[in-house]
């Protein structure tokens, strides 16, 4: 079953890379500001996926929404194209996450619900970042890192009642 939930933490992995993509080139605010655009995409996958058409009234109750973001993205200072182009493939990529955990649960097994399914899509994202971020970071042997380490270690070896 975890084969079945790998691409799910793939795409949620790849949600956070654009979001922090995003947090990178423009304001934060703006960032959350396209963000806010996710239940279109919701909406908009879940009728290409899983066929399920949004009401007359769901459709009615985006387009605030939308004009929203769009208002706020045409009077933004911090406009960038790679940041806005990000935060919106952020939102494609959560949103598809979503939609696919939806397909998963409605063939899931009985131990698996909603907040399991979660946990175990980010400690398999975790896994896929790990060597990603040793590889681009590496390990920065600093003062502060040495000391939270021989804290964590000491946790472990004198721990208290």
Aim: charged share 10%; aromatic share 10%.
């Amino acid at each position: 079953q975890l084969l079945a939930i790998l691409p799910l933490a793939i795409v949620h992995t790849m949600g956070n890379l654009f979001t922090n993509m995003s947090l990178g080139k423009v304001a934060v605010s703006f960032t959350h500001t396209i963000k806010a655009m996710e239940p279109f995409f919701s909406v908009l996958l879940s009728a290409m996926f899983l066929g399920e058409l949004p009401t007359p009234w769901v459709v009615l109750s985006l387009l605030p929404i939308v004009g929203g973001v769009a208002l706020a993205s045409i009077s933004e200072a911090s406009f960038n194209w790679a940041g806005f182009l990000s935060a919106m493939a952020s939102n494609v990529t959560f949103q598809s996450r979503n939609v696919l955990s939806k397909k998963l649960m409605l063939k899931k097994e009985a131990s698996l619900d909603n907040i399991n399914l979660f946990s175990i899509i980010t400690v398999m994202s975790f896994f896929l970042l790990a060597p990603v971020t040793l590889l681009t970071e590496g390990v920065k042997v600093t003062p502060t890192f040495l000391q939270s380490s021989v804290s964590i270690h000491c946790l472990f070896v004198f721990p208290t009642l």
